[in-house]
């Protein structure tokens, strides 16, 4: 049986992958390299981790400057070295 903390993490997720899905279509129609838009929306999946589990329980669109300051200029360069992608 899921917890409630899991359950509210797989609820986010799931609110956030169309987020994902409309980006990553527009960075395709916008005719970028797939590598590059591959590796812009695992960066920016990347962030929704950092969302759940650093900041407990937020949705992307719910993200400020805040977030995004503390993602690049603390959590995101000591962790992108050991992240592997789901």
Not at 4 to 16: E, F, W
Not at 59 to 78: M, N, Q, R
Request: net charge negative; aromatic share 14%.
């Amino acid at each position: 049986m899921m917890s409630n903390y899991d359950q509210k993490v797989k609820k986010i997720r799931a609110h956030n992958q169309p987020i994902l899905d409309e980006f990553q279509s527009w960075l395709e129609k916008s005719g970028l390299a797939p590598k590059t838009v591959k590796n812009h929306v695992e960066n920016i999946d990347f962030f929704t981790k950092y969302l759940v589990y650093y900041e407990p329980l937020s949705k992307l669109d719910e993200a400020d400057d805040g977030d995004v300051s503390s993602f690049l200029g603390d959590w995101f360069p000591t962790r992108k070295c050991v992240f592997k992608p789901d």
